[in-house]
């Protein structure tokens, strides 16, 4: 599933920089993971892939229900707690249920909200962050040449695509780090900010009123 | 990082379960850079992988975080204790043995629970399998390669 999106329309991490979005992950991360409501998380989880869609990103829906799934079924091989159904032979436990729903939600839900908030252009401040600079600048000259790899030869083609990119060199000026985002505005630094509150909120107001596992 | 592109877009059952191609540069550089400096490859690796894959605020990243720094540690006290008696077949085989196990507790405390086990020997046996082809790969690579030899006198 990939959308695209207007310019006119201002939607979060559509027009907001690498190191904008960055720091609204890391915002939004630790009131996710310390989200105890299953209902709440799951709800969070769907607002993270809206804002993925909305700002053109992929989404793996088929992916995240297999590693969703397989989580779940792993966690219900230890049975604890009451027995809830008996399908197929195999026992489902109120508590290996919780468990293995709570980690396929922090498992799934951190994937989907680093996929909107990390991207490939982002450029770390510092020593370590020009070193990551310098990387993904050689990646990108590399993937643009892997088109070359014959699998007939692919050590001598991978070594002569690596011998081309040492040959061409580096680039004489890094991307700068601080460099405004040719589409970041006032506005899609506004969603983020409205996006980071959302989160806070939600998870202040279920630490006030906590709510039993399954809700209601 | 070209490698760790192509290991992302193979379809995986589990994000995690990585088949490993992107230790390709760290077991070519056990006997090329110092000890500093190769743990500084890994931390760019796991870097690296966590931006172009867009996992750095997720667990796959804790997940190559502690794969990659134990696999290295135990590639480099592979080598150091058998040096040139052991192939970087073998090396490649003790990295993925200890990165794996690294991985496999981890998904014991953060996943899976006790069902973690049930993964653990299908997961060793494929990164055994994968190290070998992936050492047998270094091991040609570092025979054959001019971009390498041009960086050893370089360096």
């Known amino acids: 599933m990939r959308t695209g999106h207007s310019t006119s329309t ?3 991490g559509a027009h907001a920089s690498p190191q904008a979005l960055f720091l609204c992950g890391a915002l939004l991360f630790p009131p996710f993971l310390m ?11 769907l607002v993270f892939l809206v804002v993925n869609v909305l700002a053109g990103k992929g ?6 229900a297999v590693v969703f799934g397989g989580i779940v079924l792993f966690n219900l091989v230890i049975r604890t707690g009451k027995v809830l159904a008996a399908p197929l032979g195999l026992q489902i436990t109120e508590g290996a249920l919780k468990s293995g729903l709570m980690k396929a ?13 990390i991207r490939r252009s982002l450029r770390l401040p510092g020593h370590i962050g020009g070193l990551i600079g310098r990387s993904l600048f050689y990646f990108e000259a590399i993937m643009n040449e892997r088109r070359r790899i014959d699998r007939r030869d692919i050590i001598g083609s991978i070594d002569a695509i690596l011998l081309s990119v040492r040959a061409s060199g580096e680039p004489a000026v890094l991307p700068a780090t601080d460099a405004p985002h040719p589409t970041q505005n006032a506005r899609g630094l506004a969603a983020l900010a409205v996006l980071v509150a959302f989160n806070w909120t939600v998870f202040a107001l279920t630490l006030v009123h906590p709510r039993p596992f399954w809700g209601g | 990082m070209f490698l760790s592109a192509i290991e992302y877009m193979i379809p995986k059952p589990i994000p995690f379960l990585r088949v490993g191609i992107a230790n390709l540069p760290v077991l070519i550089s056990l006997d090329l850079l110092p000890v500093p400096l190769l743990l500084l490859v890994v931390l760019l690796k796991v870097i690296g992988q966590g931006l172009v894959g867009g996992t750095l605020f997720s667990y796959v990243f804790l997940f190559s975080v502690a794969g990659s720094f134990t696999s290295a540690f135990a590639m480099l006290l592979a080598r150091r204790l058998f040096g040139a ?8 085989i003790v990295g993925a043995l200890f990165g794996n196990t690294a991985q496999i507790l981890l998904a014991r405390v953060l996943i899976f629970g006790q ?11 494929i990164g055994t399998v994968t190290a070998a082809a992936l050492g047998t790969f270094a091991e040609r690579f570092s025979a054959r390669s001019a971009w390498l030899a041009e960086v050893r006198r370089s360096a």
Do not use: N
């Open chain 1, 10 to 12: 201002v939607l979060p």
């Open chain 1, 35 to 45: 989200q105890q409501d299953l209902v709440v998380r799951g709800g969070l989880i």
């Open chain 1, 59 to 64: 989404v793996r829906l088929l992916q995240f």
């Open chain 1, 105 to 117: 939600t922090a498992m799934v839900g951190l994937i989907v909200l680093s996929q909107f908030s």
């Open chain 2, 85 to 92: 008696r052991i192939t970087l077949v073998g090396v490649g």
């Open chain 2, 115 to 125: 069902g973690a086990w049930l993964i653990a020997p299908p997961f060793l046996a």
